[in-house]
């Protein structure tokens, strides 16, 4: 794990995770809670413990697309415990606490960031292999306490085609060189589009700017995925982890080749 980290916090005695990613975006609304998703559920079908840390904390989506919004949190003296999906993928997320599903989260900044620094402390997660964090989107103040907090070994970038024009993924990109985190890759998401009738591909952004601008910041390619009512229908209906085609087996063998290192 990153050595480097500026003001630590100490973990519980119940949490003991290999590799922890943090997946960003330069700004909302790009898909980065369904990427976290997709990479999850990859992982556990390799075999992998896997657990979700939703600390986008004012707008939660996670619970919903593994359809467990409703459950039940379990906790003892010692910790409270993340909820098990079906595939049993562990997740933490605002709104498993909240009584409503959709009550809005109205907080500043710091109360963000000390309950982020909570799903840390006083979860017991156990062992994992993969600790992912769906990060709040942009680049703001809370993105920066769990970067200086917590002990990430790397950052997956989600982007549009949109922000790849726009280069708003270099927002992203910049907060990670200045933490000095490593860069895994970048995701581009809703690249092109799937005819839900023929299947075919239609590029309705034009050329992707992806490549182009991967080699201009020197970062991975990880993975292009495509805008697939699949996954839409199978994201409404709580039931991401029947996903037929991830799109991100690129991904998935970087990571896995990451963890063996840390072997
Ligand atoms: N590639 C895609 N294909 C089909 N539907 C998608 C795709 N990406 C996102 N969606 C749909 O958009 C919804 C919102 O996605 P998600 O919660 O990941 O993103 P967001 O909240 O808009 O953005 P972010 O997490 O970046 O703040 C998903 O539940 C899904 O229905």
Same mark, same amino acid.
């Given at each position: ?63 919903? =697309? ?7 949190? +379990?906790?003892? &003296?010692? #910790? /409270?415990? %993340? ?95 200045? =933490? ?7 995701? +581009?998401?809703? &690249?092109? #589009? /799937?005819? %839900? ?67």
């Amino acid at each position: 794990m990153r050595q480097n980290v500026m003001h630590p916090i100490s973990k519980n005695e119940f949490t003991d995770v290999k590799k922890m990613y943090a997946v960003v975006s330069g700004k909302g609304g790009v898909g980065k809670s369904l990427i976290t998703s997709l990479i999850a559920v990859g992982l556990r079908r390799e075999g992998y413990e896997v657990g979700i840390f939703d600390a986008d904390i004012t707008g939660p989506s996670i619970p919903k =697309m593994f359809g467990v919004s409703g459950a039940k949190i +379990e906790s003892d &003296s010692k #910790a /409270i415990y %993340p909820v098990r999906t079906h595939n049993d993928i562990k997740i933490m997320s605002m709104n498993l606490l909240l009584n409503k599903e959709d009550a809005p989260v109205i907080w500043r900044g710091p109360l963000i960031a000390k309950t982020i620094e909570q799903f840390w402390t006083e979860v017991g997660w156990g062992i994992l292999d993969y600790f992912l964090i769906d990060m709040p989107p942009g680049t703001g103040d809370v993105a920066l306490t769990v970067f200086q907090s917590l002990p990430i070994d790397g950052i997956i970038i989600v982007t549009s085609p949109q922000d790849l024009v726009s280069l708003i993924v270099k927002k992203a990109y910049n907060m990670a060189k200045q =933490m000095d985190i490593p860069i895994i890759g970048i995701v +581009e998401n809703m &690249s092109y #589009a /799937i005819c %839900p009738h023929c299947g075919k591909e239609f590029d309705i952004f034009g050329k992707s700017k992806l490549e182009d601008v991967a080699e201009q910041l020197d970062l991975r390619i990880l993975g292009r995925i495509p805008i697939d009512p699949e996954l839409t229908k199978l994201c409404d209906k709580g039931e991401i982890e029947k996903v037929r085609n991830l799109y991100l087996d690129s991904c998935i063998e970087v990571l896995k080749r990451d963890v063996g290192e840390g072997l």
